[in-house]
């Protein structure tokens, strides 16, 4: 029973830890035709998880990070989509 146990809570622990370690991003709602987020080929329920290597947390974070780019560099936005990443390049 206790050798159970302790299976049981390593398990636990591995999987929380798990989670910790995955950047939360945030949710994209409604996305304007024509806007840069469309171009691109984010959807809307996409989760922005990184642009160009740095974690995003909010919509302000991403505008942040997408101004701070310079003419004619490629940045890579890494979004969860259907419960797996995918990285999407930006020009």
């Not at 004619?72 to 020009?91: F, H, P, Q, S, W």
Request: net charge positive.
């Amino acid at each position: 029973m206790m050798i159970k146990s302790f299976i049981a809570i390593l398990c636990l622990l591995f999987v929380c830890n798990s989670f910790a370690n995955e950047p939360s991003g945030y949710t994209v709602g409604d996305i304007a035709p024509g806007s840069t987020f469309e171009k691109l080929g984010i959807q809307t329920g996409d989760i922005i998880v990184s642009f160009d290597g740095k974690t995003v947390d909010s919509p302000k974070d991403s505008m942040e990070l997408y101004n701070e780019m310079k003419k004619g560099t490629i940045a890579t936005v890494v979004v969860k989509r259907d419960g797996k990443k995918k990285t999407l390049n930006l020009k």
